[in-house]
């Protein structure tokens, strides 16, 4: 279950988005929906090609390590930590292994 949830904001367009930490039950339950609600393309995109491939088992990968993939991609693309739901941007980026920047 996600643990906490990241709310981040590009500093050049001011566009927000909100990020989940930790499993992720919607990618269980609805496979690659969420990255194209979440407009991840690419990854969306990967999962389909991913279950053709392997016949659906991937399924059960995906919802461990999808919305570290998400968080990876946002701060790729220039996104900065704005607020986290609970705890330490600090202790999320021990947790996720990833350099979080705030604004």
Not at 18 to 35: N, Y
Not at 51 to 77: D, E, M, R, S
Request: glycine content about 8%.
């Amino acid at each position: 279950m996600a643990y906490n949830t990241i709310f981040f904001k590009n500093p050049y367009t001011g566009q927000i988005r909100e990020a989940p930490v930790g499993f992720s039950w919607t990618c269980l339950f609805f496979g690659f929906l969420p990255a194209f609600f979440r407009s991840d393309l690419n990854w969306g995109a990967a999962m389909i090609v991913c279950a053709l491939i392997t016949a659906g088992l991937c399924w059960f990968i995906f919802p461990f390590i999808y919305n570290k993939i998400y968080i990876k991609g946002l701060v790729n693309n220039g996104y900065k930590v704005n607020t986290t739901q609970k705890g330490s941007k600090e202790q999320l980026e021990l947790n996720l292994g990833v350099t979080l920047e705030s604004i």
